[in-house]
Nanobody
Framework: VQLQASGGGLVQAGGSLRLSCAAS????????MGWFRQAPGKEREFVAA????????NYADSVKGRFTISRDNAKNTVYLQMNSLKPEGTAIYYC????????????WGQGTQVTVSS
């Protein structure tokens, strides 16, 4: 399994970015796809997740109403649309995947840097 995250960059507070996670190496119909982030000096934290086959989603309270996770089955890609970005959203964002029923995320992408200026 390979996950390739992209789409990070520098944006002003209140702006938007869309991150992409291209997945390859197997079929993901029985997987959960997640986004995590790690800010400087802080632990990695959960941002959002999506079940590939059913499309159900879950969000951290800090991003609810501002971030949207989605998928494109044809492209085997998961997206994270981030709106109304805040400076505290500055972090390296990682995509990850795990099989349904498995607690820990098994596969991780390389991360993409998001910097939100105030």
């Amino acid at each position: 399994v390979q996950l390739q995250a992209s789409g990070g960059g520098l944006v002003q507070a209140g702006g938007s970015l869309r991150l992409s996670c291209a997945a390859s190496g197997r079929a993901f119909s029985d997987y959960v796809m997640g986004w995590f982030r790690q800010a400087p000096g802080k632990e990695r934290e959960f941002v959002a997740a999506l079940t590939w086959n059913g499309g159900s989603t879950n969000y951290a309270d800090s991003v609810k109403g501002r971030f949207t996770i989605s998928r494109d089955n044809a492209k085997n890609t998961v997206y994270l649309q981030m709106n109304s970005l805040k400076p505290e959203g500055t972090a390296i964002y990682y995509c990850a995947s795990r099989r349904l029923g498995v607690v820990l995320y098994e596969f991780w992408g390389q991360g993409t840097q998001v910097t939100v200026s105030s």
